[in-house]
Nanobody, 114 residues
Framework: QVQFVESGGGLVQPGGSLRLSCAAS????????MGWYRQAPGKQREVVAQ???????NYTDSVKGRFSIARDNAKRTVYLQMNSLKPEDTAVYYC????????WGQGTQVTVSS
């Protein structure tokens, strides 16, 4: 199974930006869909964004127009650019394969607070 290591989180003020990275332990060329998820305290994990191998993207309504997902198969990395961050975006962010999940990684903490 492929393993994922997420990074790039941190503390940011409302309105700020962060870019998350998800490094895979092996090639993701044949993984058609990759996704970013988040889990806020006391809430279930939810999918935030997905990207296909041919560039198709999908976002949950609450992040549309603010977040952008991208992938670089050659670098085995998936990115999540987060702009105009809000306090409600505070969560641990993970990446995984929506159709065939691997064990979850450690995630990366994003805290949006003034």
């Amino acid at each position: 199974q492929v393993q994922f290591v997420e990074s790039g989180g941190g503390l940011v003020q409302p309105g700020g930006s962060l870019r998350l990275s998800c490094a895979a332990s092996r090639s993701i060329y044949r993984i058609y869909v990759m996704g970013w998820y988040r889990q806020a305290p006391g809430k279930q994990r939810e999918v935030v964004a997905q990207i296909t191998n041919d560039g198709g993207t999908n976002y949950t309504d609450s992040v549309k127009g603010r977040f952008s997902i991208a992938r670089d198969n050659a670098k085995r990395t998936v990115y999540l650019q987060m702009n105009s961050l809000k306090p409600e975006d505070t969560a641990v962010y993970y990446c995984n394969i929506p159709t065939r999940p691997s064990p979850w990684g450690q995630g990366t903490q994003v805290t949006v607070s003034s």
